[in-house]
């Protein structure tokens, strides 16, 4: 592994651990994205509405806000890699439940929002313990931020393959089939856990009551303002301009008078740009400063999010949608790397869930706007208010992003950073 670690993009794969982290997530965010793919291009078909499309995305996403404390709270206090396990089985019996009622003719709307809740209260407890575990399995504290990035970089080119396989499988095979892809792609991440060699866990003993921990864990996000801003401006992207990912169908059956597959080519180009993105965050050099990097990727979202919504030529507006892509990654990859790396080991797990309070918080109220709002005033004017936003945004934030340039942290100081 040395050879590997000699590499600044790859070093953190010179942990064994985490080396068999990243192959296991890797295999199953290709299955996350056909299934999320097959999911909304199964409601649209059956609905043509760009409403239900928000529902549905709201239906899996806020469960995860509702439980995201109780589930940092539980990455905190139990043993993570138990957690994880826990989650990854009942995440494949939630795909399985999925490709039964498609291949036995039973898919109803009602069916799929509710397997949609079961799966975003699983993600509420699979998030923190994974996140957090990756601190457990990187051999040293220092590679963090890079484990954090090639972390976001699966999640990223799953996002980019993912889509486009899900749109050959359904035309030639049905939506069963990428729910039971799903399914079978949980075992990458059981085998990979196994594979582990982690120290034995011990317990941790507290008296505390779990709304103290969740006080606490608001209290520390309050008191440390790097943390707390980016917080704050996350929740904000994620509820006026992460959603626009909801009216993609619309894009594919209606602006561009695609199918499944057009669909799943735009999802592919956006996923392009964040791959793009995800590389360059993984191989940046130590001292690079993150925030300033925040700036420049909102403001490039949403440039490519106002001419994506625009040019009615298919090329060009995927060119577009590759660049909304590579900005908007960096909005979690950034704050997340932010937040591991300043939150104090104690309180990681905790932190981590009001972190994605601030997505699952958001993005699925986000998305029920967007929705509404394309039903009444059509797909590319919304994304276009969308784009503009997010340099609103930006601009806002400004002062706090690129006004502490000097006081960036240097990589190799993570640890110091950890410890204290």
Excluded at 92 to 99: E, F, G, H, R, T
Excluded at 182 to 201: D, E, R, W
Aim: aromatic share 10%; proline share 4%; charged share 10%.
């Amino acid at each position: 592994m040395k050879n590997i670690s000699q590499l600044n993009l790859f070093r953190a794969l010179a942990s064994r651990n985490y080396t068999l982290y990243f192959i296991g997530r890797a295999v199953s965010q290709f299955g996350t994205w056909m299934q999320r793919t097959a999911v909304v291009w199964v409601v649209y078909s059956m609905t043509h509405s760009a409403l239900l499309l928000g529902i549905t995305i709201f239906a899996e996403q806020f469960p995860s806000f509702i439980f995201s404390i109780p589930g940092g709270v539980a990455a905190d206090r139990y043993n993570r890699y138990t957690v994880i396990k826990i989650t990854q089985i009942t995440s494949m019996i939630q795909a399985v439940l999925l490709a039964i009622l498609v291949i036995t003719g039973h898919m109803a709307v009602w069916a799929i929002l509710l397997l949609s809740v079961i799966l975003g209260i699983i993600n509420a407890f699979d998030v923190p313990a994974r996140q957090a575990l990756i601190n457990d399995v990187v051999a040293s504290p220092a590679d963090l931020p890079n484990a954090l990035s090639l972390s976001t970089a699966t999640a990223s080119l799953a996002q980019l393959l993912g889509p486009a396989l899900s749109g050959i499988v359904l035309s030639a095979f049905g939506a069963g089939v990428c729910f039971l892809l799903n399914a079978a792609s949980f075992g990458a991440v059981i085998i990979s856990l196994l594979l582990m060699k982690l120290p034995a866990y011990l317990p941790k003993k507290t008296n505390k009551k779990v709304i103290t921990d969740f006080a606490e864990g608001f209290a520390y996000i309050k008191n440390t303002p790097r943390i707390g801003l980016i917080v704050i401006m996350l929740a904000i992207v994620s509820l006026l301009v992460l959603p626009f990912n909801t009216v993609l169908p619309v894009f594919a059956k209606v602006v561009f008078k695609g199918d499944a597959s057009t669909f799943g080519y735009i999802n592919s180009f956006v996923g392009v740009g964040a791959v793009i993105g995800t590389i360059f965050l993984a191989s940046r050099k130590p001292g690079s400063h993150l925030k300033q990097i925040l700036f420049f990727s909102t403001v490039l979202m949403g440039i490519g999010l106002i001419c994506f919504s625009q040019f009615k030529n298919f090329p060009a507006a995927m060119f577009f949608a590759a660049v909304a892509g590579y900005g908007s990654v960096a909005q979690f990859t950034i704050s997340n790397i932010i937040v591991q790396s300043d939150a104090a080991p104690e309180m990681r797990g905790r932190t981590i869930g009001v972190l994605l309070m601030a997505i699952f918080g958001m993005m699925p109220l986000g998305s029920v706007i967007i929705g509404a709002a394309t039903e009444h005033i059509g797909a590319p004017t919304t994304v276009l208010i969308q784009g503009i936003l997010a340099v609103i945004i930006a601009l806002l934030f400004a002062k706090f992003l690129t006004g502490s340039a000097k006081k960036a942290i240097p990589e190799n100081k993570v640890a110091d950073i950890i410890l204290k």
